[in-house]
């Protein structure tokens, strides 16, 4: 049984920051890209990025410059550093990975909650 757990979410003054984490367990043979979606209010789930095995990463246009992604493939982990938040940043964030247990899956984290108050 895999598990993805996120961590790090909360409340926040627009301009403040915030450090999301996920960290995946179980039996785990190879991760490929892992990532970090978000959900808000009434909106349907949106990408906000991904980081291949190999370090390659990709943003949603509204986040670049201000969100990083990185992970540390030895500990099977993903975090997002969230700078210069806006109000419109505030929705559940899901941790995303794509790995192999003896076969391939997408698996999500549970959810974490991130608000931005103007």
């Known amino acids: 049984q895999v598990q993805l757990v996120e961590s790090g979410g909360g409340l926040v003054q627009a301009g403040g920051s915030l450090r999301l984490s996920c960290a995946a367990s179980g039996h785990i043979l190879s991760m490929s890209d892992m990532g970090w979606y978000r959900q808000g209010s009434g909106k349907q789930r949106e990408l906000v990025a991904t980081?291949?095995?190999?370090?390659?990463?990709n943003y949603a246009d509204s986040v670049k410059g201000r969100f990083t992604i990185s992970r540390d493939s030895a500990k099977n982990t993903v975090s997002l550093q969230m700078n210069s938040l806006k109000p419109e940043d505030t929705a559940v964030y899901y941790c995303n990975a794509y790995l192999y247990t003896g076969r391939w899956g997408t698996y999500w984290g549970q959810g974490t909650q991130v608000t931005v108050s103007s």
């Open positions: 980081i291949s095995s190999g370090g390659t990463t």
